[in-house]
């Protein structure tokens, strides 16, 4: 029997809705967990939208202060899909509670912030996790797993990113619902935090520890309607970023990100290449993996174009048969199993928060450089 | 407030959890449908797994005979998920007990059967739905709704294919769970009932009937070990088929499906010719449609690679943002949504038993004309 | 030394210009022929462009009549480019004084023409060819090689087709100069002899003898301005036409050809599934092939995109470096080479006037098909 | 009646091949031009091989010793393929002798050499380009057309790189014929010159100035045996380099190259978008746009796939029929045709060597800053 797990949830934006539904899907499609979560209590501060979603998605209760919620006998676990300048107090405050932790990515508004919350869940010995979802979607843990093998030797390069075209129009407001990505204040970065952090956490994932960067940044639209204030405010975020980087092992990488690349809505891709084989994976066609193997006859080499839906794939018996996809959502039913099948093992899921703190080193370090037009080194220690 | 439709489930395969699972998601995504299901009772004839699949889906009740599903008093919807053979017989008692009745795709084992099931539902006046779930695929709704606003002009060419590479070696056995398929007793035909029906419920949907059909059968490997029996037994299915198709638009078609396609896992593609323009849709990227305009500029004219996931494409809305696939299995969510917006309607959800038996009589055609190596009439009425 | 062998060319059409390419590059990048070609004399009926064209490609002489070209003695080779009902005549003239000869495909109007030609270069003992050019896209010899090895295994399916757009206006005459594939006493058929004669030849010379064939022809627009008469007048060819075939090897096959698939220019795409591999090949990107391994790891399966440009592959040693295409005009250069090669050995390039004789009996076999409704036996043997 | 203008061609590597193609291919496809290239003489050091190349080309001399070519009275135009290191004093001395001069890319060794190659032949004042063929590849004419229409509106991002894979193996020498690009001493530099020159030049004539740059440089292989010395040397080379760049409209641009991104040949990809528009390219399937109409129908918008083979597509009325594809060697068959056409006009056919100064500066900028690890200016001028 599995034991039951309440989970607290904050936020009903976006990812409020994808995680609800993870932890619905998840103990459907992985019946055996050693835990399963139940949906128990849900904060927002609109109330009547918060009701609504509490509702739809079966929470039990609704409170409008998130401390009610870290507080509660009644949950287990505090799920925070509040925006990111609402992740170290919620997640220090859950974790002195002695309340599992999960959080959006990024782990935190900085470094120091991050180092906070490490200690903090370290200090409570709590389950605890980030959200880098695409580690789970099942084309790129076919793609750990084949580096993992050595597959691919000595690695050369490493390149990823990630490409969004929804802020073009200067007409576009930032701030508030929806539109708090653009506010720096409540970001903490833009591109950087919120899309280059998943191409540095799947990079140093399946890489290793990225050593320095060089960063450009920019901000292309310098001033934008504020919605909370009503004026017009200068802009804080960066619009785009790109930066070179050297990983430990001694490859080097590119890396980019914006949302002015008119054509892509959420173009995540990276590429890997080693001395014998290379990996490219698309989000816009996130069942294919790439792999292009140097060893196969010299006659018929040629990129492998993987259709990632076969039982022997990772996640892919739990769902349907070959050729059917499954949706972008299911990296976080893949997450919520993770998670609870190693909560309390000694391999829990990862990305913990220790691990996430690496990932905001380089974003951090990729800012910095965007200021500094130099080299900065990241810290990083996996 | 929506109303509570109690479901009875029968049959436990692939297909009763693509259902399950269907009919919990359409109530979170579509919050505001005026019937809202409620999984009740479960049937099927392997008391254990029966117990266990009822237990992770959630189901009230078990039965282990499908008669008492049909004339229980706390069911008001029956689902058929069992195979071909049992269709007819559940669903026209179903009708008979007033019960909704939805059946898994093809109608019937043949033409005869599915009439009677028409008359059945029509003189119950009862709900009724056949499982083609593609016409569900967000990408080929939009497809139909491109079709329907004329903007193809005449049409001079329709095809489709279904190839997959499942059965291609002769150790594999026929019959009983799993490979039902295999069994002519069971499942009335080889592809063409399991592949083609589903080729041809789009194409008639898209372009209008179609009136006559030539085509070759085959099966490549003639006997096989029959798992209920134990022995080794002739294979009456086709295991390949393909034909040619007039339309009664005057368009001409090619049509083809396979299980003896190495490196296909699912690949239903279909394609459209318009004067003006063309549409190419492909299960394997389930989540793109291929558009060809002429009337584009001649410099820039080529193929658009829509990627169907904007807030603006069919049931698009409901879900997460621009770039963010979904999976196969929303179809069958699609299906449940659609099902009981209209359930009570005078435009209900289609195809319903009358229109799906419309694909029934092309299939037989097809059937039959393999066998007499003619042209055969299919007596479409839509 | 290489012997000059003097080529008298016959038409200046789009094939009268991509084999005077041919015969110019073949000398330079195969430069150790046993035989070069000189352009010697050109023939057309239009003594203006006829001159223009010869002065270009630097022919020594111009003619109107091509019977000075067949009985010329500074002609070693005949090269017809002129329209198919001309075919006959002059190969059968050409053979007669003991020129080699080569001419477009198809062979003839039809199997009877084709067999007196077959005759006449037998008894003269005339080397000869039918540029039948797409055997010798490298991408396409490739597969051929793949095939030759056994790497398929036992072949299930075959499937082409070839699909251009270019006739979809009424406005657009039939006959004459450019126009002549429109005009049935001229072309013999439509895009039958036209397109599908090259599906044929590759598909034969791929997989062996087709046995029967079922067909639909299709003429769209009835009727068309005649740029010869000046009048309306009923149009006789096959707009569009597609079958069902069966091969000698028990493998079933479609194939497709029309010039009314809006979006396709010369959409020329094969392919083959076997038992343990499969391939695809396709005309637009004649540079890649498509090769799918069903002995590759379960993993890491997919279909391979060969870049079919390393010196590895046939033909490309001669040309640039990896990953640098070669254009479609190469495919005559190749015929060239290949021809010059092995004129006077005892295996002569093919397809000769013998071997390209049974791609006109398949075609004969699906028009009378496509009039009579029924399966059609085609009497090849290869 | 065209003038004669005879070549002398220096150099008989991969491009000596490729540019007596293509002055042997303009004058048939091009017949209009007013001069008409004649290959007249012939020079490279090892007279067996030159002899050879100068007979299968129908070059009338051989010269061992380039002098002799510039100082000759029979020819009009020195075409320079000799390594990076030979450049400058050879066409310095071809221009003083009245020549017209075109070399191969890049320009010089550094921009102190180019400096001096452009104030030599503008003194001399005759006709002079520089070999960047890929502005010549029909799909990237196509994409300057469509940027100078303003189709893009106000450009945001630019990203382009150079992949290759075959100095990978530690037991490739460096040195000597057809090894030259490893030896920093003849090449100058690495990727850097000899690939990512190639994308700066396209970058900058389609937008505009670069203007600062941050680079990092990698040599995988330290030391490799020099075919020349016999000895193991250090390799001087970069083996990859990535840089971030600015342009001065303000858009912000990611450029990588590398010899060492296994599974691919010769991948020169760009994007470059808009705030309208984006357009992709890539040199494996150079025949083909990818472009992207944000104006598009919000339901139907998706990247276009532009197959440039029609003859409304920049060169294409030249060659064959929509559909068939042109090769790699009629990027340099279209430079002849260009540079002629224009040679004495007041818009000579550009890159000419004061234009390609600017690229050799930005080279040099990117070396540096590989040393420098700062932002380094380009102080270009377009």
Same mark, same amino acid.
């Given at each position: 029997m599995s034991k039951k797990i309440r989970v607290g949830m904050i936020g009903y934006g976006f990812m409020g809705k994808a995680h609800s539904n993870a932890y619905r899907q998840a103990t459907k499609f992985?019946?055996?967990?050693p835990y399963e979560p139940e949906l128990k209590v849900f904060c927002a501060r609109n109330e009547e939208r918060a009701n609504q979603f509490a509702s739809n998605w079966g929470y039990d209760q609704v409170e409008k202060d998130w401390r009610k919620v870290v507080e509660s006998e009644e949950v287990d676990l505090v799920d925070i899909c509040a925006p990111n300048n609402m992740h170290k107090e919620i997640a220090i405050a859950a974790a002195e509670n002695g309340k599992w932790v999960l959080t959006e990515k990024p782990l935190s508004m900085n470094v120091a912030e991050g180092e906070e919350m490490v200690t903090a869940v370290k200090k409570a010995g709590v389950p605890n996790m980030v959200w880098y979802n695409y580690r789970r979607i099942p084309a790129v843990t076919l793609a750990k797993n084949i580096i993992d093998k050595g597959s691919l030797g000595k690695i050369f390069h490493y390149r990823a990113n990630f490409l969004q075209d929804?802020?073009?129009?200067?007409d576009l407001p930032q701030g508030g619902?929806?539109?708090?990505?653009?506010?720096v204040n409540v970001a903490g970065s833009g591109v950087t935090g919120d899309l280059l952090a998943h191409c540095i956490d799947t990079a140093m994932w399946l890489n290793? @520890?990225?050593t320095e960067v060089t960063a450009v940044t920019e901000t292309f639209i310098k001033e934008r309607q504020h919605n909370i204030t009503g004026k017009v405010e200068k802009v804080g975020i960066d619009d785009a970023c790109a930066f070179l980087a050297k990983f430990e092992n001694g490859s080097i990488a590119i890396f980019e990100s914006t949302? %002015? &690349?008119?054509?892509?809505? &959420?173009?995540?891709t990276f590429e890997i290449n080693g001395e014998n084989s290379s990996i490219f994976w698309d989000l816009h066609d996130l069942h294919r993996l790439k792999y292009f193997d140097h060893g196969d006859d010299a006659l018929t080499r040629g990129w492998r174009d993987v259709h990632?839906?076969?039982?022997?794939?990772? %996640?892919?018996?739990?769902?349907?048969? @070959?050729?059917l996809n499954i949706g972008f959502e299911h990296s976080f039913t893949h997450g919520v199993a993770d998670f609870f099948a190693s909560a309390k093992s000694d391999k829990p899921a990862q990305p913990d928060f220790q691990n996430a703190l690496q990932t905001q080193k380089v974003c951090e370090a990729v800012i910095n450089s965007g200021n500094s037009r130099k080299w900065e080194n990241t810290y990083v220690e996996l």
């Open positions: 992985f019946p055996d967990l929804w802020t073009i129009s200067s619902e929806g539109l708090w990505r653009l506010d290793g @520890p990225i949302r %002015y &690349a008119r054509g892509h809505k &959420a173009l995540y990632v839906t076969d039982s022997e794939h990772p %996640y892919m018996d739990k769902w349907w048969v @070959p050729g």
